[in-house]
């Protein structure tokens, strides 16, 4: 018994509905491409920041040996380091927001696809579901009920956004330390002052990328929600 797959019956016009939702799809792609760019730029940008603050501190605390002229000068350069930190995670947050828009988009075409030839679907890998699970599913994030938790945690300190604040809560972290220091603090202090730098600049930055990304705008609304997925409201 043969088991080929039977070929889908040709529709007029269909050979023309795959040329345009192929150009589409090359577009999107060029476009993450054009969006991971950007990401990789800011970052560099930032580093290279921190890295020129760092250095002149190490120079300035060469001669001062941390004394008061360092502590007046580590404060307002750290401060800046600190202001480029939260800027590039602010742009970063919204370009991954416009990630999550070409990866709709393509999952949309996807399922355009399947439309016109259901018999390549099992050779897809990426979802063709325009939710939150199939987009998830097609940036490479496990969703399964029992591994959703632990797979979410481990992604999101990998990301860009992620990584950052975690840098720049350290930048706050500093800041609030040397302040404590010009005070006179005891030790005991210092530390627990830097310790609360850290993780108020950590959960400040942290609501304010999940805000960023929360409300998700008209043309992004499921309109082929992955099998099994709640209603939209």
């Given at each position: 018994?043969?088991?080929?797959?039977?070929?889908?019956?040709?529709?007029?016009?269909?050979?023309t509905?795959l040329q345009?939702?192929a150009?589409?799809?090359?577009?999107l792609?060029?476009?993450?491409?054009?969006?991971?760019?950007?990401?990789?730029?800011?970052v560099?940008?930032?580093?290279a920041?921190?890295?020129?603050?760092?250095?002149?501190l190490?120079?300035v605390?060469q001669v001062?040996h941390?004394?008061?002229?360092f502590?007046?000068?580590?404060?307002?350069v750290l401060?800046?380091?600190?202001?480029?930190?939260?800027?590039?995670?602010?742009?970063?947050?919204?370009?991954?927001?416009?990630d999550?828009?070409?990866?709709?988009?393509m999952n949309?075409?996807?399922?355009?696809?399947?439309?016109?030839?259901?018999?390549?679907?099992?050779?897809?890998t990426a979802?063709?579901?325009?939710?939150?699970?199939?987009?998830?599913t097609?940036?490479g994030v496990?969703?399964?009920?029992?591994?959703?938790?632990?797979?979410?945690f481990?992604?999101?300190p990998a990301t860009?956004?992620?990584?950052l604040?975690?840098v720049?809560a350290?930048?706050?972290a500093?800041i609030?330390?040397?302040?404590?220091?010009?005070l006179?603090?005891?030790?005991?202090?210092?530390?627990?002052?830097?310790a609360a730098?850290f993780i108020?600049?950590y959960?400040?930055?942290?609501l304010a990328?999940?805000?960023?990304?929360?409300?998700?705008p008209p043309?992004?609304?499921?309109?082929?929600p992955?099998?099994g997925a709640?209603?939209?409201?």
């Open positions: 018994m043969s088991t080929e797959i039977p070929p889908s019956r040709p529709e007029p016009g269909a050979a509905r345009i939702l150009t589409e799809h090359w577009s792609l060029a476009t993450r491409s054009l969006t991971y760019t950007e990401s990789l730029a800011r560099n940008i930032f580093l920041i921190l890295s020129g603050a760092v250095i002149a190490a120079l605390a001062d941390f004394g008061a002229t502590i007046a000068v580590a404060i307002p401060l800046v380091v600190m202001f480029a930190g939260v800027s590039t995670i602010s742009r970063l947050s919204a370009l991954n927001r416009d999550y828009r070409w990866v709709i988009g949309r075409l996807r399922h355009a696809y399947l439309e016109l030839h259901p018999e390549i679907e099992p050779y897809l979802s063709p579901y325009d939710d939150l699970a199939g987009a998830l097609t940036l496990d969703i399964k009920a029992e591994h959703r938790l632990g797979s979410v481990r992604h999101l860009l956004p992620g990584m604040t975690v720049v350290a930048v706050g500093a609030v330390a040397l302040v404590a220091i010009a006179g603090s005891p030790r005991w202090g210092i530390a627990s002052a830097a730098g108020v600049t959960v400040l930055l942290s990328g999940r805000r960023a990304v929360r409300d998700v043309s992004l609304q499921p309109r082929f992955s099998p709640p209603a939209s409201p």
